[in-house]
């Protein structure tokens, strides 16, 4: 069966993929890191408005 995993390569249909997937795990886990942070400190200011 296919199991769909969030990763951080989800272009969300807007750009080609990113050269993320190039890269080596360890680098793509910065990356994602680097994505959710930024998600969050999103939400985080809306929250403040």
Avoid: F, M
């Amino acid at each position: 069966r296919h199991i769909k995993y969030t990763s951080c390569n989800d272009n969300h249909g807007i750009r080609p993929p990113p050269p993320e997937q190039y890269l080596t795990p360890l680098q793509q886990k910065e990356v994602c890191i680097r994505h959710l942070r930024a998600r969050l400190k999103e939400t985080i200011d809306r929250l403040q408005d």
